[in-house]
């Protein structure tokens, strides 16, 4: 279940014609998630909203950002391929 504040982010990339945001501060991610962990970011487009986070704050992301998808970083996969990734995913322009 998709929480309001994602709801009306989602929105407003809807009413600016955006197909997703990457939001990089740690209280704003609070705000929008619930997340307070640090060393993440919040990948958000009108299909998914994801934490992107090391493998520390994994467990913690998954309990308290309810209704995001959680990646964790490691394995050769850093921060800029997890955003590709979701990018091509998820087709932003």
Do not use: H
């Amino acid at each position: 279940m998709r929480d309001l504040r994602q709801e009306e982010l989602t929105a407003l990339l809807e009413e600016r014609d955006l197909d997703a945001a990457l939001v990089s501060c740690p209280a704003n991610i609070r705000y929008l998630s619930g997340f307070v962990g640090t060393e993440s970011y919040l990948y958000l487009s009108k299909e998914r909203g994801v934490i992107l986070t090391d493998s520390r704050y994994t467990l913690q992301a998954k309990e308290e950002a309810k209704g995001f998808e959680v990646q964790t970083i490691g394995g050769g996969r850093g921060y800029g391929s997890l955003l590709a990734e979701l990018i091509l995913r998820d087709r932003v322009r």
